[in-house]
Structure formats: C-alpha cells, structure tokens
C-alpha cells in the first residue's frame, strides 16, 4: 500500500514564515532561517510515515526556493535539514509519532547550535587581527562584526587589540551596514567609510581583510555581497590575506563556473537604448520595484550578490577551524555522505 501525499495546511506559508523569522531576529543567518521555517512547516503539518514527512519537507523547500530571489545562502540550510531528515527517519522505530517529535525538539537544538557558531568563530579569528593592524570589511556581516568587537575587548586575559577598520559602504547605505558601523564605534573601534571606488586607493594601509558570506560552495569559492570578489582581486594584486569568515551551515552543494553561473538572475548588467527610456511607466520582467519592495525574477540591489574563486581566498574561518578552500570540498562530504 503506497503512502498518501501529505498537502500542505492552506494556513502555513513557508516564504512568509521566513521573512518574519528573519526580520523578527535579527542574530539568524538565512540556512537557519530557512530550517527553522521547516521545522515549523513540519510540525503544523501532519505526516505519518517517513516517505509522507521527507515528501512534506521537499514541498515546503520547492515553495521557499521559488518565492525567494536569492535562495542560494538558505539553500545550504535545507539540503542539510532535509540530509538531516533522511538519516535520522530511517533509522527511526516503534511509533512514528513519537520518532518524529523527539526530531523535531533534537532539530530546534541543532539550531541553536548553529546560532551560537557566531561567537566560536570570533574566538578562532581573534588571532589575526592584531595591534596597529588596519582592516578592510564589507557588507552587514554579523560574524565579522562579532569578531572585531571580540577582538577590541579584553575577556579573554591577552588585552584588547588596538587596530582600525575601512568599512566598504554601499551607495544605498543599507541598515545592517549603519548599525555595524555604529556598534563598532561604540566599541571603541575607529571605523572609517569609504564608497567601493575607493578600495584600491586604501588597499596600501590596510592589513588583511575579512569578509562574511552568503554561501561557501564547492571548490572553495565564496558566494557573498556584490562587491567582494573586487575588494578580493585588489587584495590578492597587493599581496593582502583575504580572509572569509563562515558558519559551517552556509556550506552549500553549488560548483559556479564564473559570475553568470549562480542560477540566480540578477540584472546588474542592463544594456539599454534611447528607445527604452522612452517607454515611460514599463518595466523589465525581473526588475526589482523599489517603490514597493517587491522583487519579480531579479534581486534586489542590496540582495546581489557576486562569486569569489578560490584563489583569492587566503582562508575560511569556521566554528571548526582555519580551512584552506581545497579543503570545503571534503567538509561536504563528511555532511553528506
């Protein structure tokens, strides 16, 4: 008897779920993110066998993946969600209601274990960063905001680190980015702003860099806020480490070829003609409103992204270590197999 195909209840919307998750906590990181907004969706679902609740989780990844632009940093959380899932449901006996609570509550866990990676991997990173040293940073990263302030902080019994921070701002100057500045000043760091134009101006002052990312694929290459991979060929032309910071969970199953293999379309390069800028109140399918906030196929300007290679990168630091990019690929495996 073939086990009946478990419908998704009409009041549980997976993308809504984890746009509030996100904006209600500010501390996830959108892997787990897009976890918990599973394991909510499993457990407002029912399901009664293991083939009904692994075909219940792929539907909801299907739903989330579609109806976000970029689905690239939470796609690492539910591929190893649903990795997670299918190990522990098959080894899974006697009642399967009991089974599949006890996962839930061990999964909520896993969370927050994910959750506290954050201050671990300021902890391994704190070493580099030293006395006079002057650093290049980007984007909104949470985990390079923790490791600075960890690192401008004396709790650890080796004194605090006197250093100063260039900080690559958008020209849109988004709100993650003014509250990482601000935070760091108020930690007694001096912070610096400077345009993307202007990084090959400072790259002679600036010691080493760090950066976040939105996903480590593969081959070692970093996916993360448009603009790294130029602060990464600039550092790399000046003979300046370059260094990524990353939760483990954002490791994801994607080998990019070059910038335009993504899967993701983000119009950031727009040929136009005098007679499209004729065409008043048109708009290109794909094109973000930003009047609105609603994205159709593209990202939003603040969402783009751009692909890293390897070959840049002097490291990845993770909750598990110090990794060379060749190494990502065995970190996979291990995960997955």
């Known amino acids: 008897m073939t086990s009946r195909r478990p419908s998704i209840s009409p009041s549980f919307n997976?993308?809504?779920?984890?746009?509030?998750?996100?904006?209600?906590?500010?501390?996830?990181?959108?892997?787990?993110?897009?976890?918990?907004?599973?394991?909510?969706?499993?457990?407002?679902?029912?399901?009664?066998?293991?083939?009904?609740?692994?075909?219940?989780?792929?539907?909801?990844?299907?739903?989330?993946?579609?109806?976000?632009?970029?689905?690239?940093?939470?796609?690492?959380?539910?591929?190893?969600?649903?990795?997670?899932?299918?190990?522990?449901?098959?080894?899974?006996?006697?009642?399967?209601?009991?089974?599949?609570?006890?996962?839930?509550?061990?999964?909520?866990?896993?969370?927050?274990?994910?959750?506290?990676?954050?201050?671990?991997?300021?902890?391994?990173?704190?070493?580099?960063?030293?006395?006079?040293?002057?650093?290049?940073?980007?984007?909104?990263?949470?985990?390079?905001?923790?490791?600075?302030?960890?690192?401008?902080?004396?709790?650890?019994?080796?004194?605090?680190?006197?250093?100063?921070?260039?900080?690559?701002?958008?020209?849109?100057?988004?709100?993650?980015?003014?509250?990482?500045?601000?935070?760091?000043?108020?930690?007694?760091?001096?912070?610096?702003?400077?345009?993307?134009?202007?990084?090959?101006?400072?790259?002679?002052?600036?010691?080493?860099?760090f950066v976040g990312a939105e996903g480590v694929v593969e081959n070692g290459g970093v996916v993360n806020r448009l603009g790294t991979y130029q602060m990464a060929t600039l550092a790399k032309a000046a003979g300046k480490p370059f260094y990524v910071l990353s939760e483990s969970h954002k490791f994801v199953r994607l080998y990019p070829l070059g910038q335009y293999d993504l899967g993701i379309e983000q119009k950031i390069v727009d040929f136009r003609t005098a007679k499209v800028e004729e065409k008043d109140g048109q708009k290109d399918e794909g094109v973000a409103d930003l009047e609105s906030g609603k994205v159709g196929k593209g990202c939003l300007p603040g969402d783009q992204v751009d692909y890293t290679p390897p070959k840049l990168i002097s490291g990845i630091i993770t909750e598990g270590g110090v990794l060379l990019p060749s190494a990502v690929s065995e970190e996979l495996i291990k995960i997955w197999f």
């Open 14 to 209: 997976v993308v809504a779920t984890y746009h509030s998750l996100l904006k209600h906590d500010r501390d996830l990181t959108m892997p787990i993110a897009a976890i918990e907004s599973l394991i909510l969706g499993l457990a407002q679902n029912s399901s009664t066998t293991v083939s009904e609740t692994l075909d219940l989780v792929s539907k909801l990844t299907c739903e989330l993946k579609s109806g976000v632009a970029n689905p690239i940093s939470l796609s690492a959380g539910t591929d190893l969600f649903q990795q997670y899932l299918l190990s522990n449901l098959q080894r899974a006996r006697g009642d399967f209601e009991t089974a599949r609570e006890h996962l839930v509550q061990n999964s909520r866990l896993f969370v927050e274990r994910a959750k506290a990676a954050r201050e671990t991997i300021a902890g391994v990173g704190r070493p580099f960063i030293r006395d006079g040293h002057t650093i290049l940073t980007n984007g909104g990263s949470r985990v390079v905001g923790t490791l600075l302030k960890r690192a401008a902080e004396s709790n650890d019994g080796r004194g605090s680190v006197r250093f100063r921070v260039i900080y690559v701002v958008s020209q849109s100057g988004e709100a993650e980015e003014k509250e990482t500045i601000a935070s760091l000043r108020g930690s007694g760091i001096e912070v610096a702003e400077i345009p993307p134009t202007a990084i090959a101006y400072c790259m002679d002052m600036v010691t080493s860099c």
